[in-house]
T-cell receptor, first 114, second 113 residues
Framework: KAGVTQTPRYLIKTRGQQVTLSCSPISGHRSVSWYQQTPGQGLQFLFEYFSETQRNKGNFPGRFSGRQFSNSRSEMNVSTLELGDSALYLC?????????????FGPGTRLTVT | GENVEQHPSTLSVQEGDSAVIKCTYSDSASNYFPWYKQELGKRPQLIIDIRSNVGEKKDQRIAVTLNKTAKHFSLHITETQPEDSAVYFCAAVRTGTASKLTFGTGTRLQVTL
């Protein structure tokens, strides 16, 4: 069974630009969650999608948005990038995170904002 | 919102010794507590989890204990080995449609020879 994949793996953007990250979950998984990992703030929950609907959202500004497609693939978009958005963005998939199913993480996308 | 405190932030033990990492949570509705191991440059991986109806769970050298009354849970690693060196994250989860997951700040474990 293929694992969770994320593209691109590395990205360099300039302040003010926008970026779209992609996550392909494990086949059969309907829940995709996104996390931001930084040395200072650790792992922080961004949002979760289940069956194409955003089910839960963390405490991030509206510049962070996402969506999920019918095949459960998910994208995350960050608009008007700021230097502080530099981080490793991880997605994780599970059958249904709301029931406490095990989450499987992708390798992450490392975003650098200059 | 939920707050999860994790201690210590760094831990150095000699090979063969035990390591204990502790977490406390604030949301009494949290009912699922996973632990993740993240090796340098790699993705987090679930190593053990416990649900609120259980007080202790063990898997070979790894065990987790949960005290719901005190709202704290701990990870115990016995007979540590160099390959246990990694960052460990605890998390507290309130399951359900309004599911919330909050991670602890992480513990960097270094197992020395």
């Amino acid at each position: 069974k293929a694992g969770v994949t994320q593209t691109p793996r590395y990205l360099i953007k300039t302040r003010g630009q926008q970026v779209t990250l992609s996550c392909s979950p494990i086949s059969g998984h309907r829940s995709v969650s996104w996390y931001q990992q930084t040395p200072g703030q650790g792992l922080q929950f961004l949002f979760e999608y289940f069956s194409e609907t955003q089910r839960n959202k963390g405490n991030f500004p509206g510049r962070f948005s996402g969506r999920q497609f019918s095949n459960s693939r998910s994208e995350m978009n960050v608009s008007t990038l700021e230097l502080g958005d530099s981080a490793l963005y991880l997605c994780a998939s599970s059958f249904d995170r709301a029931t406490g199913d095990e989450q499987y993480f992708g390798p992450g996308t490392r975003l650098t904002v200059t | 919102g939920e707050n999860v405190e994790q201690h210590p932030s760094t831990l150095s033990v000699q090979e063969g010794d035990s390591a204990v990492i502790k977490c406390t949570y604030s949301d009494s509705a949290s009912n699922y507590f996973p632990w993740y191991k993240q090796e340098l440059g790699k993705r987090p991986q679930l190593i053990i989890d416990i649900r609120s109806n259980v007080g202790e769970k063990k898997d070979q050298r790894i065990a987790v204990t949960l005290n719901k009354t005190a709202k704290h849970f701990s990870l115990h690693i016995t007979e540590t080995q160099p390959e246990d060196s990694a960052v460990y994250f605890c998390a507290a989860v309130r399951t359900g449609t309004a599911s919330k997951l909050t991670f602890g700040t992480g513990t960097r474990l270094q197992v020395t020879l």
